[in-house]
């Protein structure tokens, strides 16, 4: 097995929407970024892993399991998401009840869930949080919880939707650390985002969607060299250079001011 995700042919169609000829492939230990302009397909594609929508045609596989009715059970073991906005995904009371609320749900005994959820918050360096309700705290800080939440379920997949977003610098750092900390375990990861910076820093691999339909799967170096893609991810050069000849402007209108 060299797929933790393989994506086959799979079309979707929805109201004035649809996804055709998907095919793509997440690789053991891999990271790779889904990017692509709102209303791409990005979302879709991720309730499609999740068994949440199914395929009018093509089949996906997670760990090698079919997602269908019949294998979606095993899947969703396999497979952790995490929401871009963590008042979406955490739902306790308390950060302990919802970090333990997955391995609860898979019938652990006290013991292994109490192990899980103390390892959770202690990776997403959250233990001193644990009894605290889970609506008094900032957004970094529920961030962490629910990815607390999501690794406690120790999923081999790791789905995560605009993980960045409204997070500071220090957080942001604290997440990447997590998260290669999981990927030194095996974790293979796929995730979402808009910023540049995280598609050529920290991706192995790009898939590029445009109106439902994969434009670009591949290396990150080639991706920056391929027009189409850079229509969807946006050209920095281009906008440097246009930043750079605003500020001759600018500058020549003073002169010219003050002159």
Known sequence: MTCAIDVCGVYFRYENFSMED???????????????????GKTTLFKLLLGLLE?????????????????????????GFLFQNPDD???????WEDVSFGPRNLGLSEDEIEERAEWALSIVG?????????NQMSHGQAK??????????????????????????????????IIEELRGAGISVLYTTHNRFFLENWA?????????????????DEALETPLVLEQIGNW???AQKM??????VREIGFSANG
């Open 22 to 40: 998907i095919n793509m492939e997440l690789h053991i230990g891999e990271q790779k970024a889904m990017v692509g302009l709102n209303g791409s």
């Open 204 to 220: 192995d691999s790009v898939l590029v969607l445009n109106n439902g339909r994969v434009v670009y799967d591949g290396p990150i």
């Open 237 to 239: 050069n281009h906008l």
């Open 89 to 95: 995904q955490l739902f306790s009371p308390t950060v």
């Open 126 to 134: 959250m233990s001193d949080f644990a009894n605290r309700p889970v």
């Open 55 to 79: 395929p009018t045609s093509g089949e996906i596989h997670i760990m090698d399991r079919k997602v269908d009715r019949e294998g979606l059970w095993e899947v969703r073991q396999n497979v």
């Open 244 to 249: 750079a000849a605003s500020r001759t402007r």
């Open 144 to 177: 962490r919880v629910a990815l607390a939440g999501v690794v406690a379920m120790r999923p081999q997949i790791l789905l995560l939707d605009e993980p960045f977003t409204g997070l500071d610098f220090p957080m942001v750092s604290g997440i990447v650390d």
